[in-house]
């Protein structure tokens, strides 16, 4: 779909089951909500669905203007399925009235999600997509208490434990709660960029957001939870362009302040040096790079804003175990969202 000033537009459509967790729903739609305050190109509109036009939630809010089930879902169109605090405590809602609800979610998304549409769970969620048969032969997750009951229901998918969250082409899946924001700041980087997911986990004061495969913050974020405006200007700055030639000077004229006030404060409050900084981010570019172009090592160095190869690949090795040809081997091995 594109949007009448030209950009592309991303429509997401968020199931709203019995009980559902509240926070599965709001962490992960502010997320999607900032985004469009962050930028103007790519455009997300949201629309919640479900099989009632109102749906009691986790925490006892009624929930409203529902819109039903569409027959048909649009390409491009992305499906986020909502925990619930029932399934989640017991791996399955024996309420009448809401199983009789869950098994209409459960028909539904068997028949709606096909080639071309990504499914993203969230919590429990997984559960419901399982019961659909949609996680069959993919790798996928689920929140702690539910595992075991995801393996059964799925028993050709690969379930991972101690995992925020799982991409596994056009299925998306969750540890659950908070792990949904993770999930979502992901996918907007993917979609928007780095820069735009900063800037929205900023704006929800997420700085130190994570990744699915380990704990590690995300480069992009990290020495970013803090809340000193003059260092974020300075931090800003440098994720908006990396490889450009950022002298202290010019970054404490972005911040407005002195040279020498910058560098104290910028140890003070991301436990790191100006300079280093710099570098991480613009390995962290080399890393995109590496990982999503064949562009030759002697490129990716200059782009992301190296002196030479020599000097990309002693920074590279400062913050990574593996030489940039075994990371691209690695990712090469790894299927696309």
């Known amino acids: 779909m594109i949007a009448a000033e030209g950009g592309q537009v991303i429509p997401f459509f968020v199931l709203v089951p019995p009980r559902a967790l509240l926070l599965d729903i709001a962490g992960p739609m502010e997320v999607v909500r900032n985004a469009n305050l962050v930028q103007s190109g790519t455009r997300f509109t949201v629309t919640y669905i479900g099989v009632s036009p109102t749906m ?3 925490i006892g809010l009624r929930l409203a203007d529902i819109a039903p089930l569409p027959l048909e879902l649009p390409d491009g169109a992305t499906v986020v399925v ?24 459960i028909r ?8 071309g549409i990504r499914l993203v ?8 997509a399982a019961r659909a048969g949609l996680l069959e032969g993919h790798e996928c997750t689920t929140h702690h208490s539910t595992l075991d009951e995801l393996s059964k229901l799925a028993p050709t998918a690969r ?10 082409r056009e299925r998306l899946t969750s540890a659950g709660v908070t792990a949904g924001i993770d999930l979502m700041l992901a996918i907007i980087a993917r ?22 495969a380990d704990p590690q913050l995300s480069p992009w974020l990290e020495g970013r939870n803090h809340i000193h405006p003059a260092i974020h200007r300075a931090q800003d700055a440098i994720a908006a362009d990396p490889a450009r030639d950022w002298s202290v000077q ?19 409050h991301t436990g790191t040096s100006v300079t280093h900084y710099v570098n991480r981010l613009r390995v962290a570019l080399a890393r995109d790079l590496i990982t999503g172009t064949r562009l030759s090592i002697d490129d990716i160095a200059e782009r992301a804003g190296f002196a030479s190869t020599r000097q990309f690949r002693r920074a590279w090795g400062r913050f990574n175990s593996s030489a940039p040809r075994h990371t691209r081997a690695k990712a090469a091995t790894i299927p696309d969202i």
Do not use: Q
């Open 56 to 58: 009691e939630s986790s």
């Open 82 to 105: 909502s925990g619930a605090v029932d399934i989640m405590m017991t791996g399955r809602n024996d309420r009448k009235g809401d199983a009789v609800d869950e098994t209409e979610i």
């Open 108 to 115: 539904w998304l068997a028949r709606a999600i096909r080639p």
């Open 121 to 128: 769970t969230v919590c429990s969620g997984a559960l419901l």
């Open 159 to 168: 379930v991972r434990s101690n995992r925020l969250f799982v991409e596994d």
């Open 191 to 212: 979609e928007i960029g780095h820069e735009a997911a900063t800037a929205v986990a900023r704006n929800l004061v997420v700085y130190l957001r994570r990744t699915g």
């Open 250 to 268: 010019a970054l404490a004229d972005v911040a407005a302040t002195s040279p020498r006030n910058l560098s104290r404060l910028f140890n003070d």
